[in-house]
């Protein structure tokens, strides 16, 4: 082998090293980036799971107080519970999805149809879900229209 | 710069990962986590009004939807079963 030839290999080989270096080095830089990305993410929602634990105890309190027997000075007072714990989760960032008008699979959840005049309106909410922040932690469970089922052309 | 993507295709659930950093890490699905996990539900919706849906929000329109809606479909790969929505194969 002839020193030319011995040249031409060697500069290869540094070229493709150099090239596994900058792949692995950019392979790096993405995860470094990503790591901190989802660090943020993970300081700005760490309370999610908890406000979602929460959300079941601000449900049983808007039952209680749906209740034909919450009326007087106890309930309230029940009812100012319910609102100071609102207002807390709402200053968390905590915000209603609303359920008044078209079926969204997005922030909806559908568990069942009924009869209707139009399909996809929102006939009953069976929970409400919530956003927290941009986000939806939980969905809004809901009862759907079918004007199929309306004219029995449906099933 | 090309990369290995992993797919888990499952009956189910699916999830994806890729390699990064001589480790394996998934990709969680724009819905963020759930139930599953970075998983996301094996569903594909075609609605009324056009739109395509996958995964968690699919899922979520299946009662409403059913005959636009594809789940369980890892069953019948393999076999020549077609899915049929609103006049197309």
Do not use: W
Request: aromatic residues 6%.
């Amino acid at each position: 082998m002839d020193m030319e030839s011995l040249l031409q290999e060697a500069e290869a080989k540094a070229f493709e090293n150099l090239d596994m270096a900058k792949r692995i080095q950019a392979d790096y830089d993405n995860y470094r980036k990503r790591s901190q990305k989802e660090m943020e993410e993970f300081r700005k929602f760490a309370t999610e799971g908890l406000v979602l634990e929460l959300l079941v105890i601000l449900d049983d309190l808007e039952r209680a107080l749906q209740t034909e027997d919450a009326v007087g000075p106890f309930a309230d007072g029940v009812r100012g519970i319910h609102i100071n714990l609102k207002k807390l989760l709402e200053f968390k960032g905590l915000k209603e999805i609303a359920t008044d008008g078209v079926f969204d699979p997005r922030v909806h959840d559908c568990l069942m149809t009924c009869e209707g005049d139009e399909d996809g309106r929102i006939a009953e909410v069976y929970q409400k879900g919530y956003y927290l922040g941009p986000r939806v932690i939980r969905c809004a469970k809901v009862k759907v229209t079918n004007a199929t089922k309306k004219n029995g052309e449906g099933e | 710069m090309s990369r290995v993507i992993g797919i888990d295709l499952g009956t189910s659930n699916s999830a994806a990962a890729i390699m990064e950093g001589g480790r394996p890490s998934m990709i969680p699905s724009a819905e963020g986590t759930s139930v599953g996990g970075k998983a996301f539900p094996s569903y594909v919706a075609f609605t009324e009004d056009g739109q395509l849906l996958v995964g968690e929000p699919a899922r979520r329109q299946a009662v409403t939807n059913p005959d636009g809606t594809i789940k369980n479909i890892k069953r019948k790969m393999g076999t020549d079963h077609k899915v049929k929505i609103r006049g197309k194969e």
